[in-house]
C-alpha cells in the first residue's frame, strides 16, 4: 500500500529522482522521459473520462490504473537482483485484455476507406490525443529498452503498442462507432 505523507521531499531539488529500487537518475534520464509520459497519458485519459460514460468510462478508468503498474514496471528496471518488495510489472494478461476490447469494438466499425483525423466528438478527440501520447511513450521505451544496460519488460512494450490501437478503435466507437469520424481527404485544400 502506497502511503504518502508529505507531497514535497526536497530529495529531487537537485535535479535527480529516484528509481523503485533506489536508484538516483537525473530528471532528463530516458526512463524518467517515459516515465513521465505515461504518467501524461494517463492525465490526458482522465480529460478523456470527462465525456465518457458506461462500459467506455469503466474500460478508461481500468486502463488508468494499469498506466500506473506501467509506470511502475518501468521504475523498478528488472536487474536479476532481490527486492525487498514484489516487482509489479505489465502481465500478458493485461495485453491480451486489450486485445479483446479491441477485437469486440472493431467489431461494431465499418472498415476504414480513409485515414481518420483527430476529430468529431470531445470525447473521439479526446482519445485521438490520448492515442498520440500513447505513441511518444512506446517511441521513448523502444529507445530505452535499445540501451546498453537498460532493460524493459517485452510485456510493457507490447502493452503500450496495443494501447494505441484501442484508443484509436475507442476513439472511433465514440464518434457515433465511425459514423461521425471525420476522414482525410488527400489533396482537398490545394
Known amino acids: 500500500m502506497v502511503r504518502l505523507n508529505r507531497i514535497y521531499t526536497r530529495t529531487g531539488d537537485g535535479g535527480q529522482t529516484s528509481l523503485g529500487n533506489g536508484e538516483r537518475r537525473p530528471k532528463f534520464d530516458p526512463r524518467i522521459e517515459a516515465i513521465g ?43 536479476g537482483e532481490p527486492l525487498p518488495y514484489e516487482r509489479l510489472a505489465i502481465l500478458p494478461s493485461q495485453v491480451e485484455r486489450l486485445e479483446a ?22 470525447l473521439a478527440t479526446h482519445l485521438h490525443l490520448a492515442r498520440t501520447v500513447a505513441r511518444r511513450a ?12 537498460e532493460t524493459v519488460s517485452t510485456a510493457a512494450l507490447t502493452y503500450v ?15 457515433d462507432e465511425g459514423r461521425a469520424d471525420v476522414l482525410w481527404v488527400p489533396g482537398k485544400s490545394r
Open 161 to 175: 503498442n496495443r494501447l494505441s490501437d484501442h484508443l484509436f478503435v475507442a476513439a472511433r466507437i465514440a464518434n
Open 138 to 149: 512506446e517511441r521513448q521505451m523502444v529507445e530505452l529498452a535499445a540501451r546498453e544496460g
Open 37 to 79: 509520459t505515461v504518467d501524461e497519458l494517463n492525465s490526458v485519459i482522465g480529460l478523456a473520462r470527462l465525456a465518457a460514460e458506461g462500459a467506455m468510462d469503466e474500460s478508461l478508468a481500468r486502463i488508468q490504473n494499469e498506466l500506473f503498474d506501467l509506470g511502475a514496471d518501468l521504475a523498478t528496471p528488472e536487474t
Open 101 to 122: 476490447e479491441i477485437d469486440a469494438m472493431n467489431e461494431r466499425l465499418e472498415p476504414l476507406k480513409s485515414f481518420v483525423l483527430p476529430a468529431g466528438s470531445a
